[in-house]
């Protein structure tokens, strides 16, 4: 088992930043995928981004492209999500998940996801 603890949620302005974290325990990090999804109420949880397991290869979800960063400190098992020029539609719980695979943006392919912080942004 791998467990999964996020942090850094909160209420911010649009345009604001924020900067999520994620520790991962349990199991060897570096051999995990890693990836953000969220879920805004009434919605399905969608893709954010993803991470190889080295960080060198990284995927967004078009919606975050070019506003949003993932990387990860494998030294401190830990995946980060920064969230830049943030938008009311980003408003969701986000959940950090691993896969065993190098990397991906299926949901259905990640084995432990966390219990998600709430990232609320107000307009």
């Known amino acids: 088992q791998m467990q ?6 909160g209420l911010v302005q649009a345009g604001g930043s924020l900067r999520l974290s994620c520790a991962a325990s349990g199991r060897t990090f570096s ?5 953000w999804f969220r879920q805004a109420p009434g919605k399905e ?30 030294t401190k098992n830990t995946v980060y999500l920064q969230m830049n020029s943030l938008k009311p539609e980003d408003t969701a719980v986000y959940y950090c998940a691993g896969t065993g695979n190098y990397y991906s943006h299926r949901s259905y392919e990640y084995d432990y996801w966390g219990q998600g912080t709430q990232v609320t942004v107000s307009s």
């Open 31 to 35: 051999s995990y995928g890693m990836g």
């Open 4 to 9: 999964l603890v996020e942090s850094g949620g």
């Open 45 to 74: 949880r969608e893709f954010v981004a993803a991470i190889s397991r080295s960080g060198g290869i990284t995927y967004y979800a078009d919606s975050v492209k070019g506003r949003f960063t993932i990387s990860r400190d494998n």
